[in-house]
T-cell receptor, first 112, second 112 residues
């Protein structure tokens, strides 16, 4: 039962353009959503999060959008930089404040 | 550097053996989480400890156990190892029952 899904295993964009990574979830109890970035041989690094009471959260070049009715969230990176090349994981939690449920990840490649 | 330390970085062992993975959380963090990442999959939640007590359990096998010590470091014990246990094992910590978790670099376990 895959409660968080990232349907695109990979995404390739040109430097300076926008990267859009998508994530869908099925569990309506999820109320907090996070994006993590992971480089090879490192652990996931927290990037940005959003609570279910909001529909948008921005932090510099990163913006997360949440559409609760569609159970969909997306991460926008503008402008994309080669250093952004990594695997991006979407994660969700409920109000228990314990486990994170992760998607399978999307490999983003930003070409110079 | 997330402040979460995991040792060892790599572990190679044989089927049927037992290993112990160690995690030191960020200074002041009371919660420790363990996750397993098998090949090309997202991170799967195993177990959470809060201030020495088990707080939440995921799909953790009976052959696996964990504990959190008074100094808040945690150990994950894997016994009767099988080939399918080969994976990356991540530890994460957070100040309390909070949603943003900070991850260590992981331990790569290879069971031969």
């Amino acid at each position: 039962d895959q409660q968080v899904k990232q349907n695109s295993p990979s995404l390739s964009v040109q430097e300076g353009r926008i990267s859009i990574l998508n994530c869908d979830y099925t569990n309506s109890m999820f109320d907090y959503f996070l994006w993590y970035k992971k480089y090879p041989a490192e652990g996931p690094t927290f990037l940005i999060s959003i609570s279910s009471i909001k529909d948008k959260n921005e932090d510099g070049r990163f913006t997360v959008f949440l559409n609760k009715s569609a159970k969909h969230l997306s991460l926008h990176i503008v402008p994309s930089q080669p250093g952004d090349s990594a695997v991006y994981f979407c994660a969700a939690s409920d109000d228990s404040g314990s486990r994170l449920t992760f998607g399978e990840g999307t490999q983003l490649t930003v070409n110079p | 550097d997330s402040g979460v330390t995991q040792t060892p970085k790599h572990l190679i062992t044989a089927t049927g053996q037992r290993v112990t993975l160690r995690c030191s959380p960020r200074s002041g963090d009371l919660s420790v989480y363990w996750y397993q990442q098998s090949l090309d999959q997202g991170l799967q939640f195993l177990i959470q400890y809060y201030n020495g007590e088990e707080r939440a359990k995921g799909n953790i096998l009976e052959r696996f156990s964990a504990q959190q010590f008074p100094d808040l470091h945690s150990e994950l014990n894997l016994s009767s190892l099988e080939l399918g246990d080969s994976a990356l094992y991540f530890c994460a910590s957070s100040p309390g029952h909070q949603n943003i978790q900070y991850f260590g670099a992981g331990t790569r376990l290879s069971v031969l």
